[in-house]
Structure formats: structure tokens, C-alpha cells
């Protein structure tokens, strides 16, 4: 017989396999419903850290009420995802009530019970073929899933012309510097260490043949991963004497797996000792990194 008790926003559907926190087998329903009692209490269970019970007036309206509230702080609440069951004893099958939506219902001081006024109509539940009720005996069953509040979150935003965004690199003596590359300073720009990198002779093939000039982030190793750091930015040797200045525009992403990036064929040697550039004076060398865009993440708990 079909149950015509149906609901708007109720969801029932059968399955093989039990509920998985609790279930409640009533023996001699008439003689219970004969007492005249309005509901009647299950023992106390426990799913997911939250303890709960099951009542029903006449066992055909099933709620779950949470128990214990009185050791939560005062603000406390709960966030639920439940099914409600009865037992098809002949074909060995659970009859599941639940919201059609998948609904999260919220327990707090106000709202202490959640459930179905109609679980099942008397008429479908007597029913005999139905097998809901057999030999004077029934069994209810309850799934309870909490949904815990621990989500983390973050957020990602681009910051244009970050505070002290220019990293100027002095190079003084530079005929006499001897070492493979030299690094300026570190800068905090945007939340992250920054540094240049400068190769005076030239980088692997370019050696003795171009400057080149690297931005490099600093401790990329930490980053967690697939973190990933964009930065745009200006790379330049300084001509000394007026704004006629070697540049170049870097757009990049850094990574623990790409901690540098810039130019190993910045500037040819031979261009960059030249006199009429300027780029070199009372020998020194002036290179700067300028972050004029740079990605910022921040972590929520």
C-alpha cells in the first residue's frame, strides 16, 4: 500500500544495509500506544562526539533531539545531516526518510530537536503487506553525521605598488669583483623576501660575454606546496647621468621549483663598460628590481 503521508521535501527511498548509529526495536506496539503515552524516549547514543535520542508520538512522528546541552557552552550549536528509518521486516529492507535537499539542520539552545511529524501514515505503517509492523513489533534506526566547523579558508589578492617595492642593488668596485654573483640585501615586499641576484661576468653561456640580472624569491622553499607567487616587475641598470636607464619588464610566477627569473643576456659587457652609457660610474654599478605587482595570500581558521 503506498504511504500517503508524502511530503514536500522529503526524500523516501529503501536500502539492504542497516543505519549505521542507532536502531530501536519496539515489541508489543499496540500494548504501548494503548498506554496512552504522547512519546517515548530511546536510550541516549552517540554519533560523531554529539549524543542524541529518537522519540515519536505513537512512534509515527520520529524526531532526534540532542542530549547533554546543559555541558555546551552557551553558545553552542550543532550542524546536522540525518536519516530516520523503519524496517520492512518481510523483504529485509529500510525504508529512509530524509530531506530531498540534503539539508543541514542547525541544533542550538533554541532548536533542540529536528525530525518528521509524519514519518509514515498509521495506515501504511499497520499495513501488514508492508512489513513495517509484524507480530505486534517494529524497529526504527537513525544515521547522524555532524558537521564539523574546522573549515580553513584563504585568499588570494593581486596589491599594486606594494610599500617599499624597489630594491636598489649598489655595486661598488666593480672592475674588482671577482666572484661568480653577488646578492644584494634582502627586502620584505608584499609579505615575501625578495634579493637580486647579479652575475658581473655572465651566467653559464654567457659568460664573459653579458650581464646577467635575476630577481630571486627568498625562502620559495618554504612556500607550501603548489603555492605559487606572482610577481610583475622592472629589472635595471642605472645610467647614473640621466634616465636613459637598461630595462627590462619580467611578468613571473615563483614556486619552490622556480625560485629566480630575469635575464642572463641583460646587457652586453662590452655595452655595459662603454663610457656614453653611464651605466658604470666612479665604478659603480647600480641595479634595481622594481614590484610594481605582487600576489598576497592569507590562511583562515
Request: aromatic share 12%.
Amino acid at each position: 500500500m503506498e504511504d500517503n503521508s508524502q511530503q514536500l521535501g522529503i526524500r523516501r527511498t529503501t536500502r539492504d544495509f542497516p543505519p549505521a548509529h542507532f536502531l530501536f526495536k519496539v515489541e508489543g506496539f499496540s500494548w504501548l500506544a494503548k498506554t496512552g503515552v504522547e512519546k517515548y524516549d530511546s536510550d541516549v547514543f552517540e554519533a560523531s562526539g554529539q549524543k542524541c535520542k529518537s522519540n515519536g508520538n505513537g512512534f509515527i512522528s520520529l524526531y532526534l533531539v540532542i542530549e547533554e546541552t546543559e555541558i555546551l557552552p552557551i553558545t553552542w550549536e550543532v550542524n546536522v545531516s540525518f536519516r530516520l528509518f523503519v524496517l520492512d521486516q518481510i523483504r529485509d529492507k529500510y525504508l529512509t526518510i530524509e530531506d530531498d535537499n540534503g539539508a543541514v539542520k542547525r541544533f542550538h539552545w533554541m532548536k533542540t530537536e529536528w525530525g518528521f511529524a509524519q514519518l509514515i501514515s498509521i495506515e501504511t505503517f499497520s499495513e501488514t503487506a508492508n512489513g513495517y509492523l509484524i507480530d505486534d513489533c517494529c524497529v526504527f534506526g537513525a544515521e547522524v553525521f555532524v558537521v564539523e566547523r574546522n573549515c580553513r579558508w584563504e585568499s588570494l589578492s593581486m596589491v599594486k605598488q606594494p610599500n617599499d617595492n624597489t630594491i636598489i642593488f649598489k655595486m661598488e668596485k666593480f672592475s674588482k669583483l671577482d666572484r661568480k654573483y653577488y646578492e644584494s640585501s634582502v627586502h620584505t615586499i608584499g609579505d615575501l623576501k625578495w634579493k637580486l641576484k647579479v652575475y658581473p661576468k655572465g651566467n653559464v653561456k654567457f659568460k664573459g660575454k653579458e650581464l646577467s640580472v635575476f630577481l630571486e624569491l627568498v625562502e620559495a622553499d618554504k612556500l607550501p606546496p603548489k603555492r605559487k607567487v606572482y610577481a610583475e616587475y622592472k629589472l635595471q641598470v642605472r645610467n647614473q647621468i640621466n634616465d636613459n636607464h637598461m630595462q627590462f619588464s619580467v611578468e613571473r610566477w615563483f614556486s619552490a621549483t622556480s625560485v629566480n627569473w630575469g635575464y642572463p643576456q641583460f646587457m652586453p659587457l662590452k655595452l655595459l663598460h662603454e663610457p656614453s652609457k653611464s651605466c658604470i660610474v666612479s665604478d659603480t654599478l647600480i641595479v634595481e628590481a622594481e614590484i610594481t605587482i605582487v600576489s598576497k595570500v592569507k590562511r583562515f581558521s
